[in-house]
């Protein structure tokens, strides 16, 4: 670890610190096909999450956490009248509260008051609000969880197995990594009986309910039982990890769904994820936001496991390297608009995961100025275009890491020059690096102006924390 620290530090590029190509006896992607090779599955989503609120009130420690009817109207109008005509469709629930089901799927989320004895908001009554108003619903569950307040009822698809006898068992369960642990949630051991046909059950369950994207979270402590350096939960060992990624992969293209992988350790490279995923998280959580998390913490320093990264911008260069057009999308978390120190950083945290290709998810409910960084169309038309840059080269701490680059679809070029520095600086791109030449005319997405022609290079004098997003088409 220490010689990994030190690369780093060195400006090395020999970051692929999960390049364990010894993790697997057989590559465990023979057979499989992307999810993101599948028709309509090739764009990472705009969405509005309840993170933000829910993350409030975990810190507040006001158990327990709700969301509730009122909270959901509110949220929708806010959603339907601020955010949807710019293409952000879909209002996607998050941890920290109540997911219960009676058979072993969730079908209730919330409680509706601040007392564990209060009923739940049942699933289909959240669907028909959002139907109401041409939204969408997403969740955040995985089929590697059991909900169930009936151990008997049986899944389906079986002969009489229960979804009870899916869990741990201390009995035939010997080679779990690190038995005295406990369960941090009711596991679904992928080698027992029935778990299949559990895995395609959960897919659906929510296809049926109309929900096409589903984020799957907490996948480190599934695997190893590992988050940073601390030893979490039992751990159920990388080839139940496989092959319930596997079936994700199976169930998932059959029906329909679109699924974002958060906390994989990403091992051997993301091999597995890649096919398994059509996004995945790669960064530690945003928490509170703010610039530190974005860009500072523990910058450039990369690990083998969850989190491989603890800020976005080197989760997104980093990772660069997997992602592109048909292939696997990044997701550096939710953007807490309101926790940046100004108007250059909100733009930079905006631009960046448009520029790697990544989702733009909203959290909290910002309004007026706060909310004009979300209304950017000419910089959302990167996502209804499934654009995906990369960056200059896999650097975390010189100028070529922070300018990014990619093609659109009608043949135009985006560049994104960033400054993650304290001061201001000059970024410049020779455009024959890139395979340009000749005259370019180049418009500004954020200032909506056209700064005339180009030949052989950019440069410009970017703020402290802040961005240039240009946009060049052939003269």
């Given at each position: 670890?220490?010689?990994?620290?030190?690369?780093?530090s060195?400006?090395?590029?020999?970051?692929?610190?999960?390049?364990?190509l010894?993790?697997?006896?057989?590559d465990?992607?023979?057979?499989?096909?992307?999810?993101?090779?599948?028709?309509?599955?090739?764009k990472?989503?705009?969405?509005?999450?309840?993170?933000?609120?829910?993350?409030?009130?975990?810190?507040?420690?006001?158990?327990?956490?709700?969301?509730?009817?009122?909270?959901?109207?509110?949220?929708?109008?806010?959603?339907?009248?601020?955010?949807?005509?710019?293409?952000?469709?879909?209002?996607?629930?998050d941890?920290?509260?109540s997911?219960?089901?009676?058979d072993?799927?969730?079908?209730?989320?919330?409680?509706?008051?601040?007392?564990?004895?209060?009923?739940?908001?049942?699933?289909?009554?959240i669907?028909?609000?959002?139907?109401?108003?041409g939204l969408?619903?997403?969740?955040?569950?995985?089929?590697?969880?059991?909900?169930?307040?009936n151990?008997?009822?049986?899944?389906?698809?079986?002969?009489?197995?229960?979804?009870?006898?899916?869990?741990?068992?201390?009995?035939?369960?010997?080679?779990?990594?690190?038995?005295?642990?406990?369960?941090?949630?009711?596991?679904?051991?992928?080698?027992?009986?029935?778990?299949?046909?559990?895995?395609?059950?959960?897919?659906?369950?929510?296809?049926?309910?109309?929900?096409?994207?589903?984020?799957?979270?907490?996948?480190?402590?599934?695997?190893?039982?590992?988050?940073?350096?601390?030893?979490?939960?039992?751990?159920?060992?990388?080839?139940?990890?496989?092959?319930?990624?596997?079936?994700?992969?199976?169930?998932?293209?059959?029906?329909?769904?679109?699924?974002?992988?958060?906390?994989?350790?990403?091992?051997?490279?993301?091999?597995?994820?890649?096919?398994?995923?059509?996004?995945?998280?790669?960064?530690?959580?945003?928490?509170?936001?703010?610039?530190?998390?974005?860009?500072?913490?523990?910058?450039?320093?990369?690990?083998?496991?969850?989190?491989?990264?603890?800020?976005?911008?080197?989760?997104?260069?980093?990772?660069?390297?997997?992602?592109?057009?048909?292939?696997?999308?990044?997701?550096?978390?939710?953007?807490?608009?309101?926790?940046?120190?100004?108007?250059?950083?909100?733009m930079?945290?905006?631009?960046?995961?448009?520029?790697?290709?990544?989702p733009?998810?909203?959290?909290?409910?910002?309004?007026?100025?706060?909310?004009?960084?979300?209304?950017?169309?000419?910089?959302?038309?990167?996502?209804?275009?499934?654009?995906?840059?990369?960056?200059?080269?896999?650097?975390?701490?010189?100028?070529?890491?922070?300018?990014?680059?990619?093609?659109?679809?009608?043949?135009?070029?985006?560049?994104?020059?960033?400054?993650?520095?304290?001061?201001?600086?000059?970024?410049?791109?020779e455009?024959?690096?890139?395979?340009?030449?000749?005259?370019?005319?180049?418009?500004?997405?954020?200032?909506?102006?056209?700064?005339?022609?180009?030949?052989?290079?950019?440069?410009?004098?970017?703020?402290?924390?802040?961005?240039?997003?240009?946009?060049?088409?052939?003269?």
């Amino acid at each position: 670890m220490a010689f990994l620290l030190l690369t780093a530090s060195c400006n090395s590029n020999t970051w692929d610190v999960t390049n364990d190509l010894s993790i697997d006896a057989t590559d465990p992607t023979i057979g499989l096909t992307p999810l993101a090779q599948q028709p309509g599955m090739d764009k990472a989503p705009l969405y509005w999450s309840l993170y933000g609120a829910l993350r409030q009130q975990e810190k507040e420690g006001s158990f327990p956490n709700i969301f509730t009817e009122d909270d959901w109207d509110k949220a929708i109008d806010y959603v339907a009248t601020n955010l949807k005509p710019y293409g952000y469709d879909m209002l996607v629930t998050d941890g920290f509260a109540s997911m219960s089901g009676d058979d072993g799927y969730m079908t209730r989320y919330s409680r509706t008051q601040k007392d564990e004895n209060s009923p739940e908001v049942p699933l289909t009554t959240i669907v028909a609000k959002l139907k109401a108003k041409g939204l969408k619903l997403g969740v955040y569950d995985s089929p590697f969880w059991l909900h169930y307040t009936n151990p008997n009822a049986i899944i389906p698809g079986t002969d009489g197995i229960t979804v009870a006898s899916l869990r741990y068992d201390p009995k035939k369960d010997t080679d779990v990594l690190h038995p005295n642990k406990n369960d941090q949630f009711g596991w679904v051991l992928t080698d027992h009986p029935g778990a299949e046909q559990y895995f395609e059950g959960f897919f659906k369950h929510y296809s049926d309910l109309g929900v096409k994207f589903i984020r799957m979270d907490f996948l480190s402590w599934y695997e190893d039982g590992m988050n940073y350096t601390d030893q979490i939960d039992r751990g159920y060992g990388r080839e139940r990890y496989v092959k319930g990624l596997q079936w994700i992969n199976k169930y998932a293209q059959k029906y329909g769904i679109y699924v974002s992988l958060v906390m994989p350790h990403l091992k051997n490279n993301a091999l597995l994820e890649q096919y398994a995923g059509n996004m995945v998280r790669i960064d530690a959580d945003v928490l509170e936001g703010s610039w530190y998390r974005f860009s500072e913490n523990n910058r450039g320093s990369l690990r083998g496991g969850w989190p491989n990264s603890e800020n976005a911008f080197d989760g997104f260069i980093n990772w660069s390297k997997i992602s592109g057009r048909k292939k696997v999308r990044l997701d550096g978390d939710f953007i807490r608009i309101e926790s940046f120190a100004n108007d250059d950083e909100k733009m930079s945290a905006v631009s960046l995961p448009l520029m790697a290709g990544g989702p733009i998810s909203v959290t909290d409910m910002p309004t007026g100025n706060n909310l004009k960084f979300f209304q950017n169309e000419e910089l959302i038309a990167l996502q209804k275009d499934g654009f995906v840059g990369q960056p200059l080269e896999r650097n975390f701490w010189n100028a070529n890491g922070e300018i990014w680059y990619g093609q659109m679809s009608d043949g135009s070029w985006i560049i994104g020059l960033f400054n993650r520095e304290q001061t201001p600086a000059t970024r410049s791109l020779e455009l024959q690096k890139i395979g340009l030449n000749g005259n370019w005319n180049t418009r500004d997405l954020w200032k909506h102006a056209d700064e005339g022609v180009i030949n052989g290079k950019v440069e410009v004098i970017v703020p402290a924390h802040g961005c240039k997003i240009i946009k060049l088409t052939k003269k």
